[in-house]
């Protein structure tokens, strides 16, 4: 089932994250996100910028979320967001991406929004995927603009146009 996030799924949607924090360069964070901070981060999304966010949820346990987010903060930007998408590690491969992230895409061509971007770490096929899956192309390469792991990665951007 696929429905809005609440404040309710904070630890579970931490829990998700601080995964990928702790054992990939998916983030660029370092630090485990307390679950009070996921808590202003899901407010800020959902009451600030009235974006959704939500979760994928099966037999009252999260396996994975997907929100958009201001893109930039000047007003030009106003009809951009950028997405993002966590599974929970175990949760792979079973057609849980492609539907959350299609329901947040459906999400947000029905409202004002004119570009949507996703932001890769690279290397990462599954997310590459996933994106192309939907209609995204790729945009651009930022070359080693993280530092993690002992390692320089780059971000690659895809983006999908709606509302022309």
């Not at 998916?26 to 996100?33: C, G, L």
């Not at 808590?39 to 910028?49: A, Y």
């Not at 929970?88 to 849980?96: E, P, T, Y």
């Amino acid at each position: 089932m696929i429905r809005s996030a609440t404040l309710d799924d904070s630890k579970a949607i931490s829990d998700i994250y601080n995964y990928y924090i702790l054992n990939s360069h998916a983030t660029f964070e370092t630090e485990p996100v307390t679950i009070s901070e996921m808590e202003k981060r899901i407010g800020r999304v959902v009451e600030e910028f009235k974006l959704p966010w939500l979760v994928f949820e099966d037999d009252q346990e999260v396996l994975g979320y997907a929100y958009g987010t201001q893109w930039k903060g000047r007003a030009a930007y106003l009809h951009t967001v950028e997405t993002t998408i966590y599974l929970h590690q175990n949760a792979f491969g079973k057609g849980l991406g492609s539907e959350l992230y299609s329901d947040l895409m459906d999400k947000l061509k029905s409202s004002h929004f004119h570009s949507i971007l996703g932001g890769i770490a690279m290397p990462n096929d599954a997310s590459v995927a996933l994106h192309e899956k939907l209609g995204f192309v790729k945009v651009g390469l930022l070359k080693d603009v993280g530092y993690k792991f002992d390692r320089w990665v780059d971000v690659g951007y895809w983006q999908l146009l709606v509302n022309e």
